[in-house]
Nanobody, 116 residues
Framework: QVQLVESGGGLVQAGGSLRLSCAAS????????MGWYRQAPGKQRELVAA???????NYADSVKGRFTISRDNAKNTVYLQMNSLKPEDTAVYYC??????????WGQGTQVTVSS
């Protein structure tokens, strides 16, 4: 059974930083990529950042230069370092893992709130 455990959300003032973590238990499956998505009220879920097992990264234009995604392959854990946070970064952040031959899975979500 695949399980994702997220942590690190919270309330921060604009300009502050937060670090999100997501640990994946994937059993016998191989992880192809891990990433973070977010969904603000009334908006669609959108990609924030993703990283492959080989270390290739992809970022939304809105977070480039402020957010950094990293990964510990041995622990199947992905991190999202968020700096210079803005009120528009407020959303529920979801961890995603894509498995070889087994599809994609989502975490339960963690709230990030940035006050102005």
């Amino acid at each position: 059974q695949v399980q994702l455990v997220e942590s690190g959300g919270g309330l921060v003032q604009a300009g502050g930083s937060l670090r999100l973590s997501c640990a994946a238990s994937v059993g016998i499956f191989r992880v192809k990529s891990m990433g973070w998505y977010r969904q603000a009220p009334g908006k669609q879920r959108e990609l924030v950042a993703a990283i492959t097992s080989g270390g290739n990264t992809n970022y939304a234009d809105s977070v480039k230069g402020r957010f950094t995604i990293s990964r510990d392959n041995a622990k199947n854990t992905v991190y999202l370092q968020m700096n210079s946070l803005k009120p528009e970064d407020t959303a529920v952040y979801y961890c995603n893992v894509e498995l070889q031959w087994a599809g994609g899975y989502w975490g339960q979500g963690t709230q990030v709130t940035v006050s102005s």
